[in-house]
């Protein structure tokens, strides 16, 4: 009989994760109880588990080649230190069919966690850095 704990270490009960979760979820180091689509609990980097204080810009920028990505659109997956230069301010982030205006407040190793403006409203969001084509922070 197996223990589950070891075959899903990054579940409650299972030990350390690896890490590269979103904070606050399980099998995140340190991470407090969280439920899907909701924020980091308190404590960490000040103003984390706060959306932005406004709305982003009422542009949309212009989409270049080279932007974030290594080598250009679909070729590789965006390296998380290019993207860290945008913890906390305005990024602007294209999917392969999606852009939107992006507040980050986390980034791991694969992955990347924030503030997603809907038009109207921010929302919590996380999204793995291998589905990002492109970004530019103001």
């Not at 992006?102 to 924030?114: E, H, K, M, Q």
Request: net charge positive; with cysteine; proline share 14%.
């Amino acid at each position: 009989m197996h223990d589950h704990r070891q075959l899903f270490p990054g579940f409650p009960g299972g030990g350390q994760g690896a890490g590269g979760g979103f904070p606050g979820m399980p099998g995140f180091p340190g991470g407090g109880q969280g439920a899907p689509g909701s924020p980091p609990p308190s404590g960490g980097q000040g103003g984390q588990n706060q959306p932005p204080p406004g709305p982003p810009p009422n542009f949309q920028p212009q989409k270049t080649a080279l932007q974030g990505a290594q080598g250009g659109p679909g070729t590789f997956a965006v390296d998380p230190g290019s993207i860290r230069r945008c913890l906390f301010r305005y990024t602007y982030i294209w999917l392969r069919r999606d852009a939107f205006w992006f507040y980050p407040v986390f980034v791991g190793r694969r992955s990347i966690a924030g503030w997603r403006w809907t038009g109207f409203t921010w929302v919590y969001f996380g999204i793995d850095l291998n589905n990002i084509e492109s970004f530019t922070c103001v």
